[in-house]
């Protein structure tokens, strides 16, 4: 699995299943074949297969892949703050580009907005879209068009006939 978080397995769940590619590795020395290892180990055969060859060494787990994060959680802290506090005041906004911009200014790594993309989601953040409203709009008559009109609209017409 190529998540940035390690397949999304706890350590348990990796120690297990590299458990079971140990087993595997036993399996082909004793002479097994691939569909039969598969078939005792309740796997798929494409698995086994690809186990196959290079014994225990080869199916040892490597860790997870990708390149590790250049900031350390003091760092991806100070990210906490929000906009304002790093001088984006007119409105208040994490963007990629900016979020790259201060990583760059404060701590000197260079960081691509797919890859800050991956430092957000990491440290728990979620795109939000912000809603686009006219300046002009008055929120006072919205709300007296909600509670006045709108029951009007919605409400049922007096025959259900087609016609």
Known sequence: ???ADGGGL??????????????????????????????????SRKAAYAWRGGGKSALASKGAG?????????????LQAGPAAHGWTEDQRWTLARVAELVHRLFG?????????HLLHRLG?????????????DEQAVAAWRTEQRSRVRERPSSWARG
């Open 109 to 117: 790594h260079r960081y691509t907005p797919r890859g800050v993309s």
């Open 66 to 78: 990708g390149f590790p994060c250049r900031l350390d959680h003091v760092q991806a802290e100070r």
């Open 1 to 3: 699995m190529r998540y």
């Open 125 to 137: 953040w979620s795109p939000q879209v912000p809603a686009h409203r006219a300046v002009e709009r």
């Open 10 to 43: 706890t350590a348990a769940g990796q120690a297990k299943r590299e458990a079971v590619r140990f087993e595997a590795a036993e399996m082909f020395g004793q002479g097994l074949r691939p569909p039969e290892v598969a078939r005792r180990l309740r796997v």
